[in-house]
């Protein structure tokens, strides 16, 4: 484990870090509540609001044993600032995501099994419902392979999602990584792109599958996106 030493966490940002550590662990109990992860698999991080940190969970620690002072604070360039554990092995995909995208404040990264198969197949989710128009905009798009450690798979998800209105990857051979304007943005849509990689997996046992046509998805994600809820 890397420690800044040079940094800690300013105390004009010392009441927002501890908000997100109490968040973030909390949003990791909505990963095993849908099963989108099994043993110490998957994260969740957030970014905090002005400031070059992040929150994420540690590495190999039991989802049941996780507190908020688990939670370890990194710069964007994936070292610890502050924290009790190693960070995450996936901390520079992370922190890479954070760095190529301002607009992302959250991002989440599952094993889910339906949308893992796949990933594990190098095959897109094809958008053939509205759920996955409401959500994705579209298809779920399919990331290169990427060995974990390095920010190789923060490169693959940020240049996958270039051009793409999905806020879900399926990095291929690997799993589901998401984005969201919040970490809890992330979790949904990562709950989300587990749901309709089920519910079309189920679907293309009868045969082959009719892709919606662009103007509807394109109609229906606006409306959700805009229009839709309080």
Not at 7 to 31: I, N, Q
Not at 74 to 95: I, M, Y
Not at 112 to 135: K, L, N, Q
Not at 155 to 177: E, K, N, Y
């Amino acid at each position: 484990m890397t420690t800044d030493t040079s940094r800690t966490v300013p105390g004009k940002h010392r009441d927002e870090v501890e908000r997100l550590r109490a968040h973030v662990c909390v949003l990791h109990t909505e990963l095993t509540r849908w099963n989108l992860v099994t043993w110490t698999s998957g994260n969740v991080s957030a970014r905090v609001p002005g400031a070059d940190l992040m929150v994420i969970k540690p590495s190999g620690v039991s989802y049941e044993d996780l507190s908020p002072e688990d939670m370890v604070v990194c710069d964007l360039d994936g070292r610890v600032v502050e924290g009790r554990h190693k960070p995450s092995s996936d901390t520079a995909a992370h922190a890479h995501v954070y760095r190529a995208r301002p607009d992302v404040g959250g991002v989440a990264h599952t094993h889910s099994p339906y949308a893992t198969a796949w990933a594990a197949r190098g095959e897109a989710i094809p958008c053939v419902i509205t759920a996955m128009a409401d959500e994705f905009g579209g298809d779920i798009p399919v990331g290169p392979f990427a060995l974990i450690g390095g920010d190789d798979i923060g490169r693959g998800v940020v240049a996958t999602l270039d051009g793409h209105r999905s806020p879900a990857v399926l990095m291929r051979g690997h799993g589901v990584f998401t984005v969201g304007g919040s970490a809890k943005a992330a979790v949904k849509a990562a709950v989300m792109c587990e749901d309709v990689a089920h519910t079309i997996h189920i679907a293309r046992q009868g045969g082959p599958l009719e892709r919606l046509p662009q103007e509807h998805i394109d109609a229906l994600h606006d409306r959700y996106q805009n229009v839709y809820g309080q």
